[in-house]
């Protein structure tokens, strides 16, 4: 059952990839939705090439890193890197989850806009859900 959510986790990861090379690439489609927005319009930032480069690669990463952490890369064993970056990333996408206590996560404030449906329906459970698929690959 656990080898199902760490599938499903890698490809969710791909996915989510894939739409920030899209993105990189001139790609509009969801692109506004993913955007934390101000009550007074327009949005907290706008993310460079550069960022969403990071963003996509660093992913892609993550999902091979799960892979390999989990003993699903017959030629990549775990080791104290693939550990140690599954405790980071498991740091990293919880407090996603938790929030910035204004704009995103659990604790947000803000919840009339469109990224705030789309944060509460979609990006905060998918990443607490992330968060706790990397935290039991490290701790089972």
């Known amino acids: 059952m656990q080898q199902l959510f760490i599938y499903l986790s890698v490809i969710i990861l791909g996915l989510v990839s894939v739409l920030h090379f899209y993105w990189l690439f001139g790609g509009t489609w969801g692109f506004q939705s993913s955007l934390p927005e ?8 706008t993310p460079r ?8 690669v660093g992913l892609i990463g993550a999902a091979f890193i799960l892979l390999a952490q ?12 693939t550990k140690w970056s599954s405790i980071i ?9 938790i929030g ?5 996560g659990f604790s947000k404030r803000i919840k009339n806009t469109n990224f705030s449906k789309y944060d509460t329906k979609l990006y ?3 990443c607490l ?3 706790l698929i990397f935290m039991t ?3 089972f």
Not at 89 to 97: E, G, Q, Y
């Open 70 to 81: 989990n003993n699903l890369i017959p030629f990549f064993l775990p080791n104290s890197f």
């Open 89 to 97: 990333l498991t740091v990293i996408f919880l407090l996603r989850a």
């Open 38 to 45: 101000k009550v007074e319009g327009g949005t907290v930032f």
């Open 124 to 126: 905060t459970p998918l």
């Open 49 to 56: 090439g550069i960022e969403t480069l990071i963003v996509a």
């Open 100 to 104: 910035d206590f204004k704009y995103l």
């Open 129 to 131: 859900f992330l968060g």
């Open 137 to 139: 690959s490290w701790l």
